[in-house]
């Protein structure tokens, strides 16, 4: 989940990067400019949320210990410190191509 959190940063960050240029370049009107700023705007907005989200997994895997559950195959289970367990289900257990 980090590595697509990972990929996802890289990726916002080089859109971001190949607007900026683009907006810089000689010949664009005002209104593209505005338009492409606004577009980064958005972007870092989004770059932000991944960058939150990436922060709590990192948080919570730092404080969780990996429960293997027979009957859920089909989850990722953790045990909390205060001895609860969460199990967390998603569309695909390699978790790079998980999307759900």
């Not at 959190?5 to 400019?33: H, M, N």
């Not at 492409?36 to 404080?63: C, H, M, P």
């Not at 429960?67 to 967390?88: C, N, Q, R, W």
Request: glycine fraction near 4%; charged fraction near 20%; charge should be neutral.
């Amino acid at each position: 989940m980090i590595s697509r959190k990972r990929a996802a940063f890289w990726a916002i960050g080089g859109l971001a990067l190949a607007l900026l240029v683009s907006a810089c370049s000689p010949g664009v009107s005002q209104e593209v400019a505005d338009a492409k700023d606004r577009e980064i705007a958005t972007l870092k907005g989004q770059l932000t949320s991944v960058q939150q989200d990436a922060t709590y997994w990192q948080q919570l895997n730092s404080v969780m210990m990996p429960v293997e559950l027979k009957s859920m195959t089909d989850h990722s289970a953790y045990m909390l410190p205060s001895g609860v367990i969460m199990a967390l289900h998603f569309d695909n257990m390699d978790l790079k191509q998980a999307k759900n």
